[in-house]
Nanobody, 123 residues
């Protein structure tokens, strides 16, 4: 029963920034690749970014890597997604995921998912 608790979503104007947080247990944090997906209404779920348990390997969506940054804080067992220069098309539910396999996680097949947090970007 892996718990992933997301926070940080909200409403921002285009060009603004948000930082999402995903808190989990020490065991999950240290042994799993963790990442973020998003899903807009009527759209397929989209991979955003992921980071390995050690923090040594990072994966980004090619379309988002110039604006989004993923990081880990071992003191808080928390993964962050810093989102800058937000655009209306970034509006979506953002979900945190965790899995021992980075391949499965990036394919959208992670074993654990958070509840999701809404990000809305106004034009």
């Amino acid at each position: 029963q892996v718990q992933l608790v997301e926070s940080g979503g909200g409403l921002v104007q285009a060009g603004g920034s948000l930082r999402l947080s995903c808190a989990t247990s020490k065991r999950t944090f240290s042994t799993s690749t963790m990442g973020w997906f998003r899903q807009a209404p009527g759209k397929e779920r989209e991979f955003v970014a992921a980071i390995s348990g050690s923090g040594g390997t990072i994966y980004y969506s090619d379309s988002l890597k110039s604006r989004f940054t993923i990081s880990r804080d071992s003191a808080k067992n928390t993964v962050y997604l810093q989102m800058n220069n937000l655009k209306p098309e970034d509006t979506a539910v953002y979900s945190c995921a965790a899995d021992p396999s980075s391949i499965k996680l990036r394919a959208g097949k992670a074993g654990s998912w958070g509840q999701g947090t809404q990000v809305t970007v106004s034009s």
